[in-house]
Every structure is written in C-alpha cells, then in structure tokens.
C-alpha cells in the first residue's frame, strides 16, 4: 500500500475557526469532508462508466472544497485529474485517479485527527 505525503494548511484551517468560530467552522469541516468522500467516490465511479466530462466536473469541484478547508496536496491531484481527462490520457489518468483516492482518504483522515486533537 502506497503513502502519501499528505499536509493541511493549519493556517487555512485556523481562519475558518477565527473566522466561523468553533462551532461554524466544525460545520463546514464536517460538510466539506462528507462532500469529498462523496465526490470522490462519485468521480471513481464515473471513471469506471467512461463519463470523462462528468468526472473532469467532479474533480475541479474537488479541487474547490479541498481548497476551501486547507487540503492543499489533494487540491492538487484533483487538479491533475482534470488535466489527464484533458489530454485524453487514460493511462496517466489511471495512475493519477488512483493517487487521488490515496490522497482523498488519507487527508479526510488527518482532517479528523486534527479535529479530534482540537476538540
């Protein structure tokens, strides 16, 4: 099993608590992270049905909601998701698809970490 060097932007997450305040910020973590667990699955599966369009709209939402709460390095893959559908690479996307799901779960997991140490 691969691992990811997965980092979140402390400095991202401390605005929206500065900003939101705890419980606020709580909600919209909370929000944001049942969101990419959802697209991420939703974007896998569109890979497996062949809908490139839809999946590369899925992806750059990604991008939007992991930019949102400081998931920089998944924002990132989500991004170069886009950019294999893009240039038709099936077999880069493939690897980069894959990347994403590491990056996905392992960053929904610090997330929680973090949440849970802030608590």
Known sequence: MQQEDVRLDPGRLESLFLQMGEAGAEDVLCRAMEEIALRLSH?????????????????????????????????????DVTCCIDAADEVALTATLARLLRVGEQSLTAVWDLQGAHL
């Open 43 to 79: 974007t896998e599966r569109l890979f497996r049905q062949g809908r490139m369009e839809e999946m590369r709209k899925s992806a750059r939402s990604l991008v939007a909601i992991a930019e949102q709460i400081g998931m920089n390095a998944l924002a990132r893959v989500a991004g």
